[in-house]
C-alpha cells in the first residue's frame, strides 16, 4: 500500500505546472523515504529530477517500493480538478496498474477521486556525479523568470557569466544585444530578495533560451531559485519545495564550433 | 554558431 497525503495539495499542482512541458511522461518511485522522479525532456537536453521527502507528507505510508509510470499530461488534466486550498492525498496498491488521486475540500464537506491508469515506462536512471561548482549564485526566482523572458526576445542563447562583483546575463541576435548585471546585494529586508553570489572561479557558459524559460514554469513554487554553474558541466537550477523537497533541473551548455 | 550537448554526455545511465 502506498499512501501520500498532502494538506498544501496546491504544492502538488505547482509542480506538475512545472514538469509537465518538459516532461509528456514520468516514473514516481516511491520509498519508505519519499517520492523521487528523474527524467529527460525528449531531445535528451535537460535532465529533471524531484525529491518529495515522506516528513513533508502530513501522512506518509510506502510499504513497498512501487514505480507509478505516469502520463504527465493526464496527471496534469487531473491535478486541475483540484482547488488551491484542497488537500491531496495519491494512493495505490501494491503492484497496481491504476493510482488515485482523493481531494478533499478544506472542510470535508467534498470530496473528489480520480483514478488514473499507469504505465510503464522504460526509463533509464542517470547518474548524477556529485560536483563541486564554482559558482552558486541565489537570485530572486521571478527575477530569474523575468530575466530569462526578456533575453529571449534577442536569441535563442542566453550567456551567463559569474564574476566575484556579480551576474551578468546576456543575449545577442538579429535586433541587437542585451545585457543584465546583477550585482550582488547588501542586507535586504527579506532573505528571498537576496541575490548572494559564491564564487570560487569566474565561469562563463551558454545556454538555450528555450529551457531556462521551461524551468521558470517552477517560479510558483519558492521565492529564490539557486543556480550552480562549473565550466563545462550541466547547468543546475533549484527550486525549493517548500519544507517537502526540490525541484532540480539540469541543462547541458551549448559550446561553439 | 552554438551546438547543443545532450545530458547524456554528461550523465551515464545507472
Known amino acids: 500500500m502506498f499512501e501520500a497525503r498532502l494538506v498544501q495539495g496546491s504544492l502538488l499542482k505547482k509542480v506538475m505546472e512545472a514538469i509537465k512541458d518538459l516532461l509528456n511522461e514520468a516514473s514516481f518511485d516511491c520509498a519508505h523515504s519519499g517520492i523521487l522522479l528523474q527524467a529527460m525532456d525528449?531531445?535528451?537536453?535537460?535532465?529533471?529530477?524531484l525529491n518529495l521527502?515522506?516528513?513533508g507528507f502530513d501522512k506518509y505510508r510506502c510499504d513497498r517500493n512501487i514505480v507509478m509510470g505516469m502520463n504527465l499530461t493526464s496527471m496534469s488534466k487531473i491535478?486541475?480538478?483540484?482547488?488551491?486550498?484542497?488537500?491531496?492525498?495519491?494512493k495505490a496498491q501494491d503492484s497496481a496498474d491504476t493510482v488515485t488521486f482523493v481531494f478533499e475540500s478544506p472542510n470535508q464537506e467534498k470530496v473528489s477521486e480520480y483514478e488514473m491508469k499507469l504505465m510503464n515506462l522504460d526509463q533509464d536512471q542517470l547518474g548524477i556525479p556529485e560536483t563541486e561548482y564554482c559558482c552558486i549564485i541565489k537570485l530572486p526566482s521571478g527575477e530569474f523568470a523575468r530575466i530569462c523572458r526578456d533575453l529571449s526576445q534577442f536569441g535563442e542563447s542566453i550567456v551567463i557569466s559569474c564574476t566575484k562583483e556579480g551576474v551578468k546575463f546576456s543575449a545577442?541576435?538579429?535586433?541587437?544585444?542585451?545585457n543584465i548585471k546583477l550585482a550582488q546585494t547588501g542586507t535586504v529586508d527579506k532573505e528571498e530578495d537576496a541575490v548572494i553570489v559564491d564564487m570560487q572561479e569566474p565561469v562563463t557558459?551558454?545556454?538555450s533560451c528555450k529551457y531556462l524559460n521551461m524551468f521558470t514554469k517552477a517560479t510558483p513554487l519558492s521565492p529564490q531559485v539557486c543556480l550552480s554553474m562549473s565550466p563545462d558541466v550541466p547547468l543546475v537550477v533549484e527550486y525549493k519545495i517548500g519544507e517537502i523537497g526540490h525541484i532540480r533541473y539540469y541543462l547541458a551548455p551549448r559550446i561553439g564550433d | 554558431i552554438m551546438s547543443q550537448k545532450s545530458i547524456t554526455s554528461f550523465f551515464k545511465p545507472n
Do not use: P, Y
Not at chain 1, 42 to 49: E, R
Not at chain 1, 82 to 90: E, G, L, P, R, V
Not at chain 1, 172 to 178: E, L
Open chain 1, 79 to 90: 491535478l486541475k480538478c483540484a482547488s488551491n486550498d484542497d488537500i491531496i492525498t495519491m
Open chain 1, 172 to 178: 545577442a541576435g538579429d535586433i541587437g544585444t542585451a
Open chain 1, 42 to 49: 525528449n531531445s535528451h537536453v535537460s535532465l529533471v529530477s
Open chain 1, 53 to 55: 521527502r515522506k516528513e
Open chain 1, 205 to 207: 557558459l551558454t545556454f
